[in-house]
């Protein structure tokens, strides 16, 4: 296994409705500092790169976004036909899926991957990873959001959110 100290160049990928969904199911609920969350993925897991996904651009979010790309995130948006706004949830799973298995395949350098979601469509990626000596851990934003599927990977692989909720905490 790895020394941490080895790995600089880790990349986070971060299913942005997820983690909205995930904070704000808990009791109380609670929101995110996007400049603290980037830090700690900077300082904790090495994380050079960081991607935010979310659905589609909503012109009145306009702020939000300038936020999440101030605090140093990648904003990657899913493509959708215009006729389907308001029709779909935002469902970036596969975004994500394909971008990191398109880093792989062209070879691009990192060493692993962080990725910030709960949702078990990412387990097949997740134990792909993870028997390449390619990922680094899983984020779920609280024990609530984290699928079933996530049971069988041990806790070096995996930890909540909501145990360093006072340290990304927006106040």
């Known amino acids: 296994m790895e020394i941490d100290n080895k ?13 909205y969904m995930g904070t704000n199911s808990d009791d109380p609920p609670w929101k ?12 904790k897991y090495k994380v050079s790169k960081a991607y935010y996904f979310l659905g589609f651009v909503i012109d009145e979010n306009d702020s939000l976004y ?12 899913r493509k959708h036909n215009s006729t389907m706004l308001g029709k779909k949830k935002g469902n970036v799973d596969s975004d994500i899926i394909f971008a990191i298995m398109k880093k792989l395949y062209k070879k691009e350098p990192f060493d692993k991957i ?29 024990k609530q959001f984290a699928s079933s599927l996530y049971k069988k990977i041990t806790r070096v ?15």
């Not at 790995?7 to 983690?19: M, P, R, S």
């Not at 300038?66 to 948006?77: N, R, T, W, Y």
């Not at 692989?157 to 106040?171: M, P, Q, S």
């Open 7 to 19: 790995e600089k160049n880790n990349l986070a990928f971060i299913d942005g409705q997820n983690l």
């Open 32 to 43: 995110v500092d996007f400049s603290q969350l980037r830090e700690y993925l900077r300082k």
């Open 66 to 77: 300038d936020k999440i790309q101030e605090a140093g995130f990648i904003l990657k948006f």
């Open 114 to 142: 962080v990725l910030v979601s709960g949702d078990g469509d990412y387990k097949m990626l997740v134990d792909f990873l993870i028997e390449e000596n390619r990922f680094k851990k899983i984020l779920f934003p609280n």
């Open 157 to 171: 692989y995996f930890d909540y959110l909501v145990n360093i909720k006072h340290r990304i905490k927006f106040k």
